[in-house]
């Protein structure tokens, strides 16, 4: 069992930044850790992931304009959001080990003038 906590959401205008954290309960040198996220009424979808060797993946929608990154030694995983839109409004989600892993309790993201 592994606890995800993230840390980091908030309001912000557009063309603003956030960055997000996600600290583990326990090692995740092993893991691919993960960034979702879920607008109301929408399906949660992918927005970035690193494997633990650090090979990082993106949605087409962020691409350019958030980073992933992994501290392994802190057991935290991080997602730098900049020039952010309204339409990234949503509530982001850490994963540890893919959509059958574990889960945050999520972290609310509003961009909004």
């Known amino acids: 069992q592994v606890q995800l906590v993230e840390s980091g959401g908030g309001l912000v205008q557009p063309g603003g930044d956030l960055r997000l954290s996600c600290a583990a309960s326990?090692?995740?040198?092993?893991?691919?850790m993960g960034w979702y996220r879920q607008a109301p009424g929408k399906q949660r979808d992918l927005v970035a992931s690193?494997?633990?060797?650090?090979?990082?993946n993106y949605a087409d929608f962020v691409k350019g304009r958030f980073t992933i990154s992994r501290d392994n030694a802190k057991n935290t995983v991080y997602l730098q959001m900049n020039s952010l839109k309204p339409e990234d409004t949503a509530v982001y989600y850490c994963?540890?080990?893919?959509?059958?892993?574990?889960w945050g309790q999520g972290t609310q993201v509003t961009v909004s003038s």
């Open positions: 326990r090692s995740i040198r092993i893991y691919a």
């Open positions: 690193i494997t633990n060797g650090g090979i990082k």
């Open positions: 994963n540890l080990g893919g959509e059958n892993g574990f």
